[in-house]
């Protein structure tokens, strides 16, 4: 069974910085290209980064420069250290393969975790 969990949201205040893990179930993380996403109230859910297999890396034009990708295949993890936080960062954080995993025709996500910059 498939399994996304992220973790290492939380409050920050604008120019922070935080480290968010996803850990993969089975061997999604070691196998695939990987993704983190985020989603805002009212707002689909949007592609920042995404790492390869091979470990080139892509960033949006939003966080390119500020948000870092990468991947520990010995953990089946995936992290996103983010820095120079800013209040439109703010947002629910989720990773996943890219393109995201389906099943039965419906995309499978995990919890994702919170990210909320404010001072």
């Known amino acids: 069974q498939v399994r996304l969990v992220e973790s290492g949201g939380g409050l920050v205040q604008p120019g922070g910085s935080l480290r968010l893990s996803c850990v993969a179930s089975g061997s999604i993380a070691n196998t695939y290209d990987m993704g983190w996403y985020r989603q805002t109230p009212g707002k689909q859910r949007e592609f920042l980064a995404r790492?390869?297999?091979?470990?080139?890396?892509i960033y949006v034009t939003s966080v390119k420069g500020r948000f870092t990708i990468s991947r520990d295949n010995s953990k089946s993890t995936v992290y996103l250290e983010m820095n120079s936080l800013k209040p439109e960062d703010t947002g629910h954080y989720y990773c996943?393969?890219?393109?995201?995993?389906?099943?039965?025709?419906?995309?499978?996500w995990g919890q994702g975790t919170q990210v909320t910059v404010s001072s």
């Open positions: 996943n393969r890219v393109p995201a995993i389906t099943r039965d025709g419906r995309e499978v």
């Open positions: 790492i390869t297999k091979g470990g080139s890396v």
